[in-house]
């Protein structure tokens, strides 16, 4: 999984069309994210997939902080940026970031929001807007990405320290099993386990 660089996700030079692009494409990195953490084809998911019964992106920003519980920050920022880009797509007045701070009713909400990140240098308002909403999509697209590389190493952890107790179990009933009584202890043991799981159906070795 390469790291997602989130300068070549748009070039338009139309505004509407870049924040639209720009939130289609954390949207995408949602439901791989969350394809990942449930260890499903996101693609082929009748949820998260490209069908007409997938979830709404605001759902699926639900999703994750329910599995990943996100820190309130980051869950605004997230909000912040679906409210941008569900502006730009479905109101025709909204052509500016002006024009959406001055329409919506979230609108100095989200201005501040925006205003969070830092500019180096000065420039007009819309471009200043366009470029912290840049650095807003930026940071999200680096956090789901970190979600999956963790989720990634997590599961990989899981399944060395499982290999690593089903071959240290094999190994020690082999073991037993040279010794004298060897058969009667691990029937003994196996009965014991049982009793601790007796969901699982375990059956003798004759």
Known sequence: MKKCNIQIFSQAEDLRLYVIEHSLQIETLTSEAIGSLLGVDYKASKSFGFGSSSLSFNQKIQIIQDIKGLDSDMAKKLTCLMNVGNKFAH?????????????AKNGNWIKKILETYSLEEKKDDDEKYQFLFFKLADEIANMLYELQVQEGLTKSVL???????????????????KTEGGKELNDEILDETMKKIPHLKIHRKK
Do not use: M, T
């Not at 109101?91 to 329409?103: A, P, W, Y």
């Not at 399944?159 to 099993?177: G, M, N, P, T």
């Open 159 to 177: 399944k060395a320290e499982k290999d690593f107790q089903k071959s240290h179990l094999e190994a020690y009933r082999k073991v037993i099993a």
């Open 91 to 103: 109101i025709q007045e909204v052509d500016s970031f002006d024009k959406l701070f001055e329409i």
